[in-house]
């Protein structure tokens, strides 16, 4: 009897444990996309957001990279159009993933509202030395505390920038890609 008791209590026991809810969060990737001639593609930084809001319970699936309207000599000489793109699954899944951060609703929030600021920033907003994409993923670093640099060298090239980004804040224990 008492071993049946015990397997009853264990059974209850996993039952609740299965039954509760899992622990509500929302991960920020810092992703890098090499670039390629084939593709038609320069290289690129960007954001994925995923996970659940704590506070609603809804899911979050959504990727930012700013970038420049459209592509062609105009962007070498100054600022032109401006967008905030997102990836199709099967091209994040091409990227390459640096690191992640868990974030709190607030900090969701704020992101979100960063990006709304890009986008609808009026007039010229992209420019290749001042403004890409990699400013874009620089800003949404510095919002979740993380410690960023500009190295004039690493402007262009984002996998690169993410990796000197990952060693300057070792508590990410990112490896370099």
């Not at 319970?57 to 700013?66: D, I, K, L, Q, S």
């Not at 500009?150 to 804040?169: D, F, G, T, V």
Request: hydrophobic content about 45%; aromatic content about 8%.
């Amino acid at each position: 009897m008492r071993a049946w008791l015990n397997r009853l209590v264990l059974m209850l026991a996993l039952a609740l444990l299965a039954a509760a809810p899992a622990a509500a969060a929302v991960r920020l990737h810092f992703h890098s996309f090499n670039g390629s001639v084939m593709a038609g593609r320069y290289p690129h930084a960007f954001i994925v957001l995923e996970g659940t809001l704590e506070e609603s319970g809804r899911v979050v699936n959504e990727n930012y990279g700013f970038s420049a309207r459209s592509v062609g000599p105009a962007v070498l000489s100054g600022p032109v159009e401006h967008m905030v793109m997102s990836e199709k699954p099967a091209q994040i899944a091409r990227t390459n993933r640096h690191f992640t951060i868990t974030l709190s609703d607030a900090q969701y929030h704020r992101i979100i509202a960063e990006v709304r600021a890009w986008q609808n920033a009026p007039g010229k907003f992209y420019d290749l030395d001042t403004r890409n994409c990699i400013h874009f993923v620089v800003r949404m670093a510095e919002l979740v505390g993380l410690k960023v640099d500009y190295p004039r060298e690493l402007l262009r090239r984002p996998k690169k920038w993410l990796n000197h980004i990952a060693a300057l804040n070792p508590a990410l224990g990112a490896r370099p890609l």
